[in-house]
């Protein structure tokens, strides 16, 4: 009697020690999965700014591609929908250092209403510049933001 307690007291003992390996190697999968999407995003992203340098955001339907629009959604939350709004005017798409550079603004009020998008290539991420009759709210998916933002936040 007593032996068999020993064996079975011996084999729930032993259970508990195996059990977190297998947790470690699951998360350890979890992690690299993780991983793989975020650099298989970042290659999309990559393809989609790469193939649009020098042509305008609406002829590539820039607010149509699903990756950049889910970041920027993200990003900016509800002024998304003011963005969309009053985006009538853009310029192409630029590459400099590094950083992709999307700009628009309200038609007849570029001065008073208007908009500047980076993508940093480098460091993979989106920040976003939004002038809402002269007011400027700068949003960025890190703790900084590209210079190019801060020149455009002087332009007047």
């Known amino acids: 009697m007593k032996k068999t307690l020993y064996i079975i007291l011996f084999l729930s003992l032993s259970s508990c020690f195996t059990e977190p390996k297998k947790e470690k190697e699951q998360y350890k999968n979890t992690i690299q999965k993780t991983d793989n999407k975020i650099k298989l995003e970042k290659k999309k992203s990559l393809e989609l700014f790469k193939s649009s340098v020098?042509?305008?955001p609406s002829d590539v339907k820039l607010f149509e591609n699903p990756?950049?629009?889910k970041r920027l959604k993200k990003l900016i939350g509800n002024?998304?929908?003011f963005l969309i709004d009053?985006?009538?005017?853009?310029?192409?798409?630029?590459?400099?250092?590094e950083i992709y550079i999307?700009?628009?603004?309200e038609q007849h009020?570029?001065?008073w209403t208007n908009f500047i998008v980076t993508y940093d290539l480098?460091?993979?991420?989106?920040?976003?510049g939004i002038r809402e009759e002269k007011k400027v709210k700068?949003?960025?998916?890190?703790?900084?933001?590209?210079?190019?933002?801060?020149?455009?936040?002087?332009?007047?």
């Open 138 to 156: 700068i949003f960025s998916e890190k703790k900084h933001h590209p210079f190019i933002i801060d020149e455009w936040k002087k332009e007047e």
């Open 122 to 128: 480098t460091n993979n991420h989106l920040s976003v």
């Open 109 to 111: 009020n570029c001065n």
């Open 102 to 105: 999307i700009k628009g603004c």
């Open 54 to 56: 020098g042509k305008y």
């Open 79 to 81: 002024r998304y929908d």
């Open 67 to 69: 990756i950049f629009l």
């Open 86 to 97: 009053y985006w009538h005017i853009e310029t192409p798409i630029e590459f400099k250092n």
